[in-house]
């Protein structure tokens, strides 16, 4: 009986931590179209370059680390403003800022630089970080790409 016990337990844990993973993927995922954005300066229409397995992954992993910082700033953000609705914040649109209060603004104006500074250490220019953004909307092969690849990352945390 213990042996046909322990498969069943392993295969059970298996699948419930695939299902957090993959909440947890769709949760860093809606990232792109979180409250807190870097940008949506860049030009749709221009040619872009195709992504490389190694953009890909500097994406995914600035993904993961920009993520919590943004959970944190959007919930001091919401602390501080009540029960209005926080606007859309576009980080390189300094009038998005202006209906924030001064202390949500320091907030935001923190998750903003933060952010970039992850994009960089990840290796990523901004505009090659918002060009993969702008990319994921209509890009059902890099949005594979990309999920698949949080979900690899997620699984071996020292790969972030």
Known sequence: M???YQPLCRSSVTRMLSKI?????LTIASFVSSVLVLSSTANVNAQ???LNNTDIVNYSRALLRIEPERQQAFDK?????????????????????KSLPSEARDVAVNYCNRSQQIVQSNGLSIDQFNNITLQLQNNE?????????????????NNQ
């Open 2 to 4: 213990n042996r046909l």
């Open 21 to 25: 993973m993959f909440c947890r993927s």
């Open 48 to 50: 872009s370059p195709q």
């Open 77 to 97: 953000i919401k602390k501080i403003i009540g029960d209005r609705e926080i606007p859309k914040i576009v980080c390189s649109e300094p009038n998005t800022f």
């Open 141 to 157: 092969d890099l949005k594979r790409q990309i999920y698949n690849t949080l979900i690899r990352l997620q699984k071996v945390p």
